[in-house]
């Protein structure tokens, strides 16, 4: 299988106007796919595009369009997905094609799964521009969601930046749907005190001792529907996790399920502000507030803010 070229080369040639006849998007990142072919059509805005997916549409289609010439639609880009569908003389069909010289036509061919020993994917490999869609491994994801996220206008840290990826980095699709809708959601309430925040970013504040931040959170919390109890567990948690926490060894599955990789990520920071036994004291307190919450009738909301405050300014060390 020959090499695969990278996202970010044919994209300069683009921009070059140096343009292919035949382009193979393989890989399973569907953000990138649907960047490239973005741009591709922004900077061709005066070819008409043609989108077939195989199993709906049917091969004969498909070719009908590529050999048909008109003197009002040239330049036309032809965008097949599902290629796998095609049948064994519709493979045959395309390859001919591919060794012809079509400089009318833009075809853009698209392959989710990725297959190392696959004779006609190979085939399209030597006959076309080949680029790696494929989900790019961390430090590269950090850089493509800085650049798609300045695309969107959207002004974000790199440490926001890796926070995300850390926790929903299993694609750029899904890292990039998680900041837009919490840029959105800050965009359109005008203020963090309104935002929908996530409980692992009350950790991350609390952890920090930023008490005015945790108390925003925390109200926010609230208003979008999570329990003062369920606050709680994950504060326990939190906390538990951190007093086992050693920067020695390798950080250990348990308590994971209210700990995720963010919070993992940046336990050094949260234990270098706090003392051992001052963890001690804020995992009895939190014990011994959830007991009440549950066996008495004190206002469960007051009393947490009081444990924030406290934890933010040292009182139990």
């Known amino acids: 299988m020959n090499k695969l070229v990278s996202l970010g080369r044919v994209i300069k040639d683009l921009h070059r106007n140096n343009f292919s ?16 072919i973005k741009e591709f059509k922004k900077i061709k805005n005066t ?23 008109s003197l009002f639609d040239s330049n036309k880009i032809i965008i097949v997905k599902n290629i796998n569908r095609f049948s064994n003389k519709a493979k045959q069909d395309l390859m001919e094609y591919l060794l012809k010289d079509n400089s009318d036509n833009h075809l853009i061919l698209v392959r989710n799964e990725f297959d190392y020993k696959n004779k006609f994917i190979d085939s399209i490999i030597q006959n076309t521009i080949a680029i790696d869609v494929r989900t790019p491994f961390e430090n590269k994801m950090l850089q493509w969601v800085k650049y798609f996220s300045k695309l969107e206008g959207i002004n974000i840290e790199n440490q926001h930046i890796q926070d995300y990826v850390e926790s929903y980095g299993s ?18 309430n005008l203020g963090d005190s309104n935002r929908q925040y996530h409980l692992w970013h009350f950790q991350d504040a609390i952890g920090r001792k930023e008490m005015s931040k945790s108390i925003d959170i925390f109200k926010s919390l609230l208003i979008n529907g999570n329990s003062s109890n369920l ?79 406290n934890i933010c300014i040292g009182h139990y060390g």
Do not use: W
């Open 47 to 69: 070819s008409q595009s043609y989108l077939y997916y195989l199993g709906y549409d049917q091969p004969d289609t498909i070719f009908n369009e590529l050999s048909n010439v």
């Open 171 to 188: 694609s750029i699709s899904n890292v990039m749907n998680y900041i837009k809708i919490d840029f959105l959601s800050k965009k359109q």
């Open 21 to 36: 006849n035949a382009y193979f998007l393989y890989g399973d990142d569907i953000f990138m796919q649907d960047y490239f």
């Open 231 to 309: 606050i709680l567990i994950y504060l326990f948690h939190f906390y538990y996790f951190m007093y086992c926490f050693n920067p020695k060894e390798s950080i250990k599955a348990s308590y994971n399920f209210s700990v995720n990789k963010i919070i993992k990520s940046k336990m050094n920071i949260y234990s270098n502000k706090y003392k051992k036994n001052e963890i001690e004291n804020i995992i009895l307190q939190i014990t011994e507030l959830d007991f009440l919450s549950k066996n008495s009738s004190i206002d469960i909301n007051n009393r947490t803010l009081c444990l924030i405050n």
